[in-house]
């Protein structure tokens, strides 16, 4: 069975996408192969995923044309810098490392066909909320691909490259924000009695639920505030609180921090 993807670094979001991919039957496992430098995590993906783990990227752009990069955003350089990575018109890069704009690549490797990338780590839950701009190059076939790629672990919007800083906050950033909340609603809980696991499965599902009436409800945010308070009931009590003390306000200004570092790593 041919090869029909590569994964540059073999780490959590390869793995978890590596897993997504498999799970919705895009590719089977034979299929894909990665490569990582830690001995480890080639040993640990070939045995959980049983995915073929190369030690360089050098092999497996020689098994493949379409390649993912998931290394660290500092690690990119040294993949064309130092290992020498040469990749010509006939290979799709689908990079997702944070802030590495396309044109670096294309500054690399000029003739490929570049798609940047910004999924998120629910992936690891077949719940990626993600975006991804097409470089100069990439094909409509391309653009298929990376979709059908993205949209079998969650959901996929083509954005300008410009937007990309937004997504970051948006929605790469964004689950550790909502961890913070549903750990500080959770804390309550068991502050006034709930077993501790309960009260964060209660805030976790409370999340999971939220955020399928956004998407399926058809309502706004303020519509659904709204339908859930009802004048002298409990909820409303606690919304003119996160109103007082404005966690609209602070809850934006942590997108726009998340936005602005990734602007300045861009
Ligand atoms: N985690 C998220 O929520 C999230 C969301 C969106 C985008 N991303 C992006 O996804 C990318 C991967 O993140 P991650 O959390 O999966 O990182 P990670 O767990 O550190 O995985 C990256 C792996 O790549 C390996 N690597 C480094 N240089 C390499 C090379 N030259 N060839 C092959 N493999 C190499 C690393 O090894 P070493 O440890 O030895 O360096 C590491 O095992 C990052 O660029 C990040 O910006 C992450």
Do not use: W
Not at 72 to 92: A, C, I, T
Not at 233 to 254: C, M, N, Y
Request: net charge negative; proline share 3%; charged share 25%.
């Amino acid at each position: 069975m041919p090869v029909k993807i590569g994964f540059i670094g073999a780490g959590r979001m390869a793995e978890a996408m590596m897993r997504g991919l498999i799970a919705e039957g895009v590719y089977t496992e034979k299929e894909m192969i990665a490569c990582d430098p830690i001995a480890e995590i080639r040993e640990r993906v070939a045995k959980n995923l049983g995915v073929a783990v190369y030690e360089t990227a050098s092999e497996v752009s020689k098994l493949t044309n379409v390649l993912v990069i998931a290394v660290k955003p500092v690690h990119v350089s040294g993949l064309f810098e130092k290992e020498g990575l040469k990749l010509g018109s006939n290979y799709l890069i689908i990079s997702i490392a944070a802030g590495i704009g396309i044109r670096t690549y294309e500054s690399y490797v000029p003739d490929a066909r570049i798609v940047r990338v910004m999924p998120n780590h629910c992936c690891m839950v077949l719940e990626s909320a993600s975006a991804y701009s097409r470089g100069s190059r990439a094909t409509d076939a391309d653009i298929d691909l990376v979709d059908e790629i993205l949209s079998s672990m969650g959901l996929a919007f083509e954005v300008k490259e410009g937007d990309l800083d937004a997504v970051t906050g948006v929605s790469g950033s964004s689950p550790a924000f909502m961890y913070m909340f549903a750990e500080a609603i959770a804390d309550i809980g068991k502050k006034n009695g709930l077993p501790g696991d309960v009260a964060l499965e209660l805030a976790a599902q409370s999340m999971i639920g939220a955020g399928r009436m956004m998407l399926e409800s058809g309502m706004t945010p303020k519509e659904l505030v709204d339908s859930v308070c009802s004048p002298g009931g409990t909820t409303i009590e606690g919304v003119k609180v996160l109103e007082d003390r404005k966690l609209k306000g602070i809850t934006g200004e942590a997108v726009e921090a998340a936005i602005k570092k990734s602007r300045s790593m861009g």
